[in-house]
Nanobody
Protein backbone atom coordinates (compact mmCIF):
# COMPACT_ATOMS: atom_id res chain seq x y z
CA UNK A 1 0.00 0.00 0.00
CA UNK A 2 1.02 3.57 -0.69
CA UNK A 3 -0.49 6.58 0.99
CA UNK A 4 -0.34 9.85 -0.94
CA UNK A 5 -1.08 13.28 0.52
CA UNK A 6 -1.15 16.38 -1.66
CA UNK A 7 -0.63 19.94 -0.49
CA UNK A 8 -0.13 23.38 -1.95
CA UNK A 9 -3.37 24.13 -3.75
CA UNK A 10 -5.33 27.34 -3.47
CA UNK A 11 -6.30 30.48 -5.35
CA UNK A 12 -3.93 32.34 -7.64
CA UNK A 13 -4.28 35.00 -10.30
CA UNK A 14 -3.65 34.25 -13.93
CA UNK A 15 0.03 34.50 -14.71
CA UNK A 16 0.98 33.51 -11.21
CA UNK A 17 2.77 30.46 -9.88
CA UNK A 18 1.95 27.67 -7.49
CA UNK A 19 3.79 24.61 -6.23
CA UNK A 20 2.03 21.37 -5.42
CA UNK A 21 3.62 18.69 -3.30
CA UNK A 22 2.78 15.05 -2.76
CA UNK A 23 4.16 13.09 0.16
CA UNK A 24 4.25 9.32 -0.16
CA UNK A 25 4.46 6.63 2.48
CA UNK A 26 4.15 2.89 2.62
CA UNK A 27 6.67 1.37 0.21
CA UNK A 28 9.99 2.24 -1.42
CA UNK A 29 9.35 5.55 -3.11
CA UNK A 30 12.21 5.31 -5.56
CA UNK A 31 10.55 2.34 -7.29
CA UNK A 32 7.34 4.23 -8.04
CA UNK A 33 6.38 6.10 -11.17
CA UNK A 34 4.69 9.26 -9.95
CA UNK A 35 2.26 11.45 -11.81
CA UNK A 36 -0.11 14.35 -11.55
CA UNK A 37 -3.57 14.30 -13.06
CA UNK A 38 -6.26 16.93 -12.89
CA UNK A 39 -10.01 17.04 -13.19
CA UNK A 40 -11.99 20.19 -13.91
CA UNK A 41 -15.71 20.41 -13.11
CA UNK A 42 -17.73 18.49 -15.64
CA UNK A 43 -14.66 17.07 -17.35
CA UNK A 44 -12.79 13.80 -17.28
CA UNK A 45 -9.61 13.35 -15.34
CA UNK A 46 -6.63 14.17 -17.54
CA UNK A 47 -2.92 13.52 -17.47
CA UNK A 48 -0.71 16.45 -16.51
CA UNK A 49 2.80 15.17 -15.89
CA UNK A 50 4.79 12.15 -14.82
CA UNK A 51 8.25 11.32 -13.52
CA UNK A 52 9.90 7.93 -13.43
CA UNK A 53 12.41 6.38 -11.09
CA UNK A 54 15.01 8.33 -12.98
CA UNK A 55 14.35 11.99 -12.47
CA UNK A 56 15.26 12.51 -16.11
CA UNK A 57 12.29 10.46 -17.29
CA UNK A 58 9.62 13.14 -17.32
CA UNK A 59 6.68 13.82 -19.59
CA UNK A 60 4.05 16.53 -19.83
CA UNK A 61 0.70 17.12 -21.40
CA UNK A 62 0.96 19.54 -24.30
CA UNK A 63 -1.29 21.99 -22.46
CA UNK A 64 1.26 22.45 -19.65
CA UNK A 65 4.56 21.85 -21.43
CA UNK A 66 6.95 24.73 -20.85
CA UNK A 67 4.93 26.04 -17.89
CA UNK A 68 4.89 23.13 -15.42
CA UNK A 69 7.87 21.24 -14.02
CA UNK A 70 7.69 17.95 -12.17
CA UNK A 71 10.43 16.85 -9.79
CA UNK A 72 11.00 14.27 -7.12
CA UNK A 73 13.01 14.05 -3.93
CA UNK A 74 13.53 10.39 -3.15
CA UNK A 75 15.19 11.23 0.17
CA UNK A 76 11.96 12.90 1.32
CA UNK A 77 9.53 10.62 -0.55
CA UNK A 78 8.03 13.66 -2.20
CA UNK A 79 7.09 14.72 -5.69
CA UNK A 80 6.48 18.33 -6.65
CA UNK A 81 4.69 20.10 -9.46
CA UNK A 82 5.86 23.65 -10.05
CA UNK A 83 3.23 25.50 -12.04
CA UNK A 84 4.13 28.81 -13.66
CA UNK A 85 2.25 31.16 -15.98
CA UNK A 86 -1.01 29.74 -14.72
CA UNK A 87 -4.14 30.17 -16.81
CA UNK A 88 -7.81 30.04 -15.84
CA UNK A 89 -8.09 26.79 -17.78
CA UNK A 90 -5.64 25.22 -15.32
CA UNK A 91 -8.37 25.41 -12.68
CA UNK A 92 -9.07 21.88 -11.46
CA UNK A 93 -8.62 19.40 -8.68
CA UNK A 94 -5.08 18.06 -8.94
CA UNK A 95 -4.35 14.48 -7.96
CA UNK A 96 -1.08 12.78 -7.21
CA UNK A 97 -0.82 9.18 -8.36
CA UNK A 98 1.67 6.33 -8.08
CA UNK A 99 2.20 3.30 -10.25
CA UNK A 100 4.19 0.16 -9.65
CA UNK A 101 3.60 -1.52 -13.01
CA UNK A 102 2.32 0.24 -16.12
CA UNK A 103 2.31 0.16 -19.89
CA UNK A 104 1.00 3.65 -20.69
CA UNK A 105 1.83 6.15 -18.00
CA UNK A 106 -0.56 8.75 -19.45
CA UNK A 107 -3.56 6.60 -18.62
CA UNK A 108 -5.11 7.09 -15.20
CA UNK A 109 -6.10 3.42 -14.95
CA UNK A 110 -2.41 2.49 -14.87
CA UNK A 111 -1.99 4.02 -11.42
CA UNK A 112 -2.56 1.92 -8.33
CA UNK A 113 -2.61 4.66 -5.74
CA UNK A 114 -4.16 8.11 -5.55
CA UNK A 115 -4.14 11.05 -3.22
CA UNK A 116 -7.28 12.83 -2.10
CA UNK A 117 -6.68 15.77 -4.43
CA UNK A 118 -5.97 19.45 -3.94
CA UNK A 119 -7.95 22.24 -5.52
CA UNK A 120 -6.27 24.82 -7.74
CA UNK A 121 -8.24 27.87 -8.81
CA UNK A 122 -6.79 30.38 -11.26
CA UNK A 123 -8.69 33.64 -11.47
CA UNK A 124 -8.69 35.79 -14.60
Amino acid sequence: QVQLVESGGGLVQAGGSMRLSCAAAGRPFSNLRMAWFRQAPGKEREFVSTIGWSARATDYADSVKGRFTISRDDAKNTVHLQMNSLKPEDTADYYCAAATVYTDYRRSDQYNYWGQGTQVTVSS
